[in-house]
């Protein structure tokens, strides 16, 4: 099966630009997590969806970040204004979910945005 | 809520067995995750244990202890390329999955 796919791959902008993030989930999971990784960490949960739902957005800096997962499928990450400690891996993940077996509780991780801000 | 705790750095030898320990208070606690992430990579999965006990998958084994909010990661017949960072998560009913910080560990020749 397909991999979570993210869109870019690396990204450079100025301070106080805008900028978005993309991902495609692997088909058929149901919860998708959207993480940040600065150098060194380990990944920070930002926000999770159940299908098209948010579950969980306490660590998502709402004044400036913004999330969407329209139709329960794609979602998109955005940033605006962006702000130079916003350079960091932007990690998306996706997980089938509904207990029981240990496949269904295996998180799939893209291969992240690397967000550079000058 | 959620916390996670490992240590930042560990160094083994080549052939040798290192264990990584991680400890948990997750309310509402669902699962431990073990994940490795090579420099530059997207985290990959290692294991999930749920029950108390030793799960073994090839070189690498993880433990879980309920009870005592206990983990550990025990990497057998070290070699070069398991130099990378492993990272603790619990996952509680919610779905939400939470990272630790991450251990970094160094294989020397």
């Known amino acids: 099966e397909a991999g979570v796919a993210q869109s870019p791959r690396y990204k450079i902008i100025e301070k106080r630009q805008s900028v978005a993030f993309w991902c495609n989930p692997i088909s058929g999971h149901a919860t998708l997590y959207w993480y940040q990784q600065i150098l060194g960490q380990g990944p920070k949960l930002l926000i999770q969806?159940?299908?098209?739902?948010?579950?969980?957005d306490s660590q998502l800096p709402k004044d400036r970040f913004s999330a969407e997962r329209l139709k329960g499928v794609d979602s998109t990450l955005k940033i605006q204004p962006a702000k130079l400690e916003d350079s960091a891996v932007y990690l998306c993940a996706s997980r089938r979910g509904g207990g029981g077996r240990s496949s269904y509780n295996e998180q799939f991780f893209g291969p992240g945005t690397r967000l550079t801000v000058l | 809520g959620q916390n996670i705790d490992q240590p930042t750095e560990m160094t083994a030898t080549e052939g040798a067995i290192v264990q990584i320990n991680c400890t948990y208070q997750?309310?509402?606690?669902?699962?431990l995750f073990w994940y490795q992430q090579h420099a530059g990579e997207a985290p990959t999965f290692l294991s999930y244990?749920?029950?108390?006990g030793l799960e073994e998958k090839g070189r690498f084994s993880s433990f879980l202890s309920r009870s005592k909010g206990y983990s550990y990661l025990l990497l057998k017949e070290l070699q070069m390329k398991d130099s990378a960072s492993y990272l603790c998560?619990?996952?509680?009913?919610?779905?939400?999955?939470?990272f630790g910080k991450g251990t970094r560990l160094h294989i020397l020749p």
């Open positions: 998560a619990s996952l509680n009913r919610d779905d939400k999955i939470i």
């Open positions: 244990n749920v029950l108390d």
């Open positions: 969806f159940q299908n098209n739902g948010v579950v969980d």
């Open positions: 997750t309310s509402g606690f669902n699962g």
